[in-house]
T-cell receptor
Framework: EAQVTQNPRYLITVTGKKLTVTCSQNMNHEYMSWYRQDPGLGLRQIYYSMNVEVTDKGDVPEGYKVSRKEKRNFPLILESPSPNQTSLYFC???????????????FGPGTRLTVT | KQEVTQIPAALSVPEGENLVLNCSFTDSAIYNLQWFRQDPGKGLTSLLLIQSSQREQTSGRLNASLDKSSGRSTLYIAASQPGDSATYLCAVNTGNQFYFGTGTSLTVIP
């Protein structure tokens, strides 16, 4: 089954304790992205990756890191989490359509992170 | 910077009614626009994708239109059903990045 998976689905942690949220897709998609969703603010893009070893900042990259060593995986790293990073996080992937940049995104189920 | 707005923020309709959800964006230089559905506590499900060169797309009871020059898209839902209750999000693609609206929360009353 074609899908985007995220782990863990729920995580409660303390300020400053490094954590990684994994994301994996089995559709051979080039493009992968991380978002956070907060009430009243909608989804905001954190980082995206056009392909292996190519990553770039989205709108809210502060406090996050990513890596893209393999095509299927795109982990999100919080080196020193803070309470303002409490949020619902989504990973997404997509592949170009017949025309360049014609992307349709597929989303993972989300990771609910609480930082105390 | 692209800004995406969805109005209304919430909508409640009786079952069977036809309805329109609105999405507006500030920069018309987009590659495509995508409509999603999000159920409470769940991920996003893609409903329709409209490329910048298209005017509309249809899937079952859903029809999405795009007027790129005026920065607007609408999602039309025909003969609404209680199962349509969810939050509907639109997202515009500017090439490498995606910008989302804050969504319209739809409740269809049986």
């Amino acid at each position: 089954e074609a899908q985007v998976t995220q782990n863990p689905r729920y995580l409660i942690t303390v300020t400053g304790k490094k954590l990684t949220v994994t994301c994996s897709q089995n559709m051979n998609h080039e493009y992968m992205s991380w978002y956070r969703q907060d009430p009243g603010l909608g989804l905001r893009q954190i980082y995206y990756s056009m392909n292996v070893e190519v990553t770039d900042k989205g709108d809210v990259p502060e406090g996050y890191k990513v890596s893209r060593k393999e095509k299927r995986n795109f982990p999100l790293i919080l080196e020193s989490p803070s309470p303002n990073q409490t949020s619902l996080y989504f990973c997404a992937s997509s592949s170009p359509g017949p025309r360049l940049c014609t992307y349709e995104q597929y989303f993972g189920p989300g990771t609910r992170l609480t930082v105390t | 910077k692209q800004e995406v707005t969805q109005i209304p923020a919430a909508l409640s309709v009786p079952e069977g009614e036809n309805l329109v959800l609105n999405c507006s964006f500030t920069d018309s230089a987009i590659y495509n626009l995508q409509w999603f559905r999000q159920d409470p506590g769940k991920g996003l499900t893609s409903l329709l994708l409209i490329q910048s060169s298209q005017r509309e797309q249809t899937s079952g009871r859903l029809n999405a239109s795009l007027d790129k020059s005026s920065g607007r898209s609408t999602l039309y839902i025909a003969a609404s059903q209680p199962g349509d209750s969810a939050t509907y999000l639109c997202a515009v693609n500017t090439g490498n990045q995606f910008y989302f609206g804050t969504g319209t929360s739809l409740t269809v009353i049986p």
